[in-house]
């Protein structure tokens, strides 16, 4: 069985940009070759043995480069508005709590953005009817959120709040032919 043979060299370290991550890894990944190689007539459990503490090295050190997963989610300020306007007619309790932690969370952000997070509620909930539960209108109450609140998100774990892009919007209707000129 041929392995495969890597033409291009590390470069030497004496030149910036060099990631020493990467080269680790290439580093390991060659001991595991020539591991392998030089016990290429060797019995296959001796060759499995060495290469799985080989490889198992090799995983660890991939695995050191990613980066840590945080455990708590990421909040939006929409998503905490749709919620926070739903508890408004379930648990009037819950909602001055949740609009308190709100205002704590996002407050600073909006304020710095021009915006108010209590207008920002009166103008998602004057387009809505939140009248009564059985006639709540949530895909009104949605498209409400979208225009009127800005996509401010807490990454989990971080207490930055980010200002993400808006989407961009697609045609709902197919385009209108036009009439040729004459000239």
């Known amino acids: 069985m041929a392995f495969p043979t890597f033409k291009t060299k590390l470069p030497k370290p004496q030149f910036g940009g060099i990631n020493e991550s990467v080269k680790l890894v290439t580093e390991k990944r060659e001991d595991v070759k020539k591991l392998l190689l030089e016990n290429a007539e060797s019995s296959a459990s001796t060759v499995k043995a060495l290469a799985s503490t080989s490889m198992l090295t090799l995983k660890n050190t991939v695995a050191g480069l990613m980066p840590e997963v945080p455990d708590v989610p990421t909040t939006s300020l929409q998503g905490e ?3 926070l306007i739903s508890l408004n007619l379930s648990n009037p309790t819950a909602y001055a709590s949740k609009l308190s932690s709100l205002e704590s969370s996002f407050g ?3 304020s710095g953005k021009g915006k ?6 009166s103008d998602v909930q004057s387009s809505v009817d939140v009248s009564s539960l059985t006639s709540f209108d949530t895909a009104g109450l949605t498209k409400n959120l979208v225009k009127n609140v800005p996509n401010f998100e807490i990454s989990g774990g971080s207490t930055d709040v980010l200002e993400k892009a808006v989407k961009t919007k697609t045609a709902q209707l197919n385009a209108v032919k036009e009439d040729l000129s004459v000239i």
């Open 108 to 110: 600073t952000a909006l």
């Open 81 to 83: 508005l749709s919620s």
């Open 116 to 121: 108010d997070l209590t207008s920002m509620i």
